[in-house]
């Protein structure tokens, strides 16, 4: 009897995924591990684990409607699948390569552990390029973005691929199932996202691919992506396909070959080029992690952020626009790229506070945390690593610019909200609004960003 060992990670979902694809054993067992120093060193948070186990309930569904299942254990990863592994006797062991350092170590620490005829073979997918695509090494490619596209401009992304009609039958005897949230974390079964936020998040391929239908074909605001994609507030603003994103729900070829759809029956617009432009950000920081490894996190451990990081986790810096952010972080798990870009730049440039120690709070609380995005896009704000320059705002300027009225403002901080709309909302104070402060001697410059 041959038993295929399929370990998941970041590719929750069937369609377009590779684990899935080509001949599979007589029998497949499918399995997730979390990790469990995530929630020793509270590594993440309610929102983001809730959206996670949301995700992992549905794809079971998904599993099951087609003959398997899914099995789910907390433990370290690499253990916990070589220990199934021998458990089950099974002949190989499938993950897709996923970047970040310690998501490649899981696997080669899982490759010694599994017995002499169990092969472990290691998948590419979800991204837009495979490794094979690349016109030269991974360690040759570009340093910076610009660089990297216009080498990869040339090739034509991966289509995706399809999903199972059915899958062989689980295992005779072994285990299956998931342990309830409440079991896992009692914060995270309790979690509810604010409905400030306007948009309700629901993990899983399933919700991943009606946010895509909906926002294209639905809605259709994919037409003035261009034009609102700064936004602050309003669902349709951005596409905010990020979480089904980084959780490997939706694969960027599944986004690209639907935009490819769309321009085909609408025509190529400013907005869908954009939209295709921001999934190469996230390839070009995909493969940057994959080139850097263990710098991507910046070396030794940063030294503590004081009351000033504190108060920047909980929303109370002082400066409207940058509470604003930090709240709708922390009570909806997610947050628009121009708020993200003036938070980290407001603690790394204004506060003077160590970069990582920002990334290390953005990845507990975002529901869409991907370790290249993320790290990535920190690094390239706060100017490390292969990022030679930094990348500062001036959030005052900013607030005027995206938040005129200061509704922004108002809706995620409600003690400011009886101020009259306009910059009066924006100016710095002491947590108390009749106190203001002078404006502190915020950056000047505003770079091109992502
Ligand atoms: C400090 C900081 C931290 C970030 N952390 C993450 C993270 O952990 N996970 C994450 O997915 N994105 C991260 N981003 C990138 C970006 O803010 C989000 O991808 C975007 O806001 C998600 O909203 P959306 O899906 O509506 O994006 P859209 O504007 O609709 O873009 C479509 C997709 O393109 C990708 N994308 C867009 N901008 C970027 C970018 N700058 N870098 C990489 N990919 C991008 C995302 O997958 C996004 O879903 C971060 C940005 C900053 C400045």
């Known amino acids: 009897m041959s038993i295929d060992l399929v370990w998941l990670r970041q590719d929750l979902r069937l369609a377009d995924n590779p684990l899935f694809a080509g001949p599979l054993g007589e029998h497949l067992a499918c399995a997730y591990v979390l990790d469990e120093r995530w929630l020793k060193e509270r590594r993440i948070g309610a929102a983001r684990l809730g959206f996670l186990w949301q995700s992992l309930i549905e794809l079971r569904g998904r599993l099951l409607a087609r003959g398997s299942d899914l099995l789910v254990r907390l433990g370290d990863p690499s253990e916990e ?19 970040g350092w310690e998501e490649t170590r899981a696997v080669e620490r899982l490759a010694p552990r599994l017995a002499a005829d169990c092969e472990l073979e290691c998948l590419e997918g979800g991204m837009l390029f495979t490794e094979d695509d690349l016109p030269r090494p991974v360690e040759a490619l570009p340093p910076g973005f610009s660089g990297f596209r216009r080498r990869l401009e040339t090739v034509t992304p991966q289509y995706a691929g ?12 072994a285990s299956r199932g998931l342990p309830p949230l409440r079991w896992v974390d009692v914060r995270a079964a309790e979690w509810s996202a604010s409905s400030l936020g306007g948009f309700r998040f629901t993990g899983g391929e399933r919700a991943g691919l009606a946010r895509l239908n909906d926002y294209l074909w639905g809605s259709g605001a994919v037409a003035h992506y261009a034009e609102t994609r700064n936004g602050l507030v309003g669902a349709d ?3 905010r396909l990020s979480p089904w994103l980084a959780l490997g729900c939706l694969s960027a070829a599944q986004v690209n070959d639907a935009l490819d759809d769309w321009e085909a029956e609408r025509g190529a617009s400013d907005s869908s080029r954009w939209l295709r432009f921001e999934l190469w950000w996230r390839e070009y920081f995909h493969w940057a992690a994959r080139q850097d490894g263990r710098r991507l996190y ?11 990081f504190a108060a920047w986790c909980r929303g109370e810096t002082g400066l409207p626009f940058v509470d604003a952010g930090m709240r709708e972080l922390t009570e909806t798990g997610w947050l628009s ?8 730049s407001h603690l790394v440039h204004d506060l003077g506070v160590d970069w990582r120690l920002g990334a290390a709070w953005f990845e507990r609380c975002l529901i869409d945390h991907d370790v290249a995005s993320n790290w990535g896009n920190w690094g390239y704000i706060a100017g490390r690593g292969r990022h030679a320059k930094a990348h500062r705002f001036d959030v005052l300027d900013q607030a005027e610019r995206y938040d005129p009225q200061g509704d ?14 306009g910059n009066a909302r ?3 104070w002491r ?15 505003e770079e091109a960003a992502p």
């Open 81 to 99: 699948v070589a220990a199934l592994a021998a458990e089950l006797g099974a002949r190989r062991v499938r993950v897709r390569w996923d970047p």
């Open 162 to 173: 399809s999903i199972p009609v059915t899958l062989p039958p689980w295992p005779p005897q």
């Open 237 to 239: 603003v951005s596409s």
């Open 298 to 308: 910046g070396g030794a451990t940063p030294p503590d952020g004081g009351e000033d």
């Open 337 to 344: 790229n121009r708020a993200r870009q003036n938070v980290a």
């Open 408 to 421: 922004y403002v108002a809706r995620w901080c409600p003690e400011l909200a009886d101020l009259p709309p």
């Open 426 to 428: 924006h100016r710095p």
């Open 431 to 445: 947590h108390d609004p009749a106190v203001f402060l002078p404006p502190p001697s915020l950056s000047i410059q």
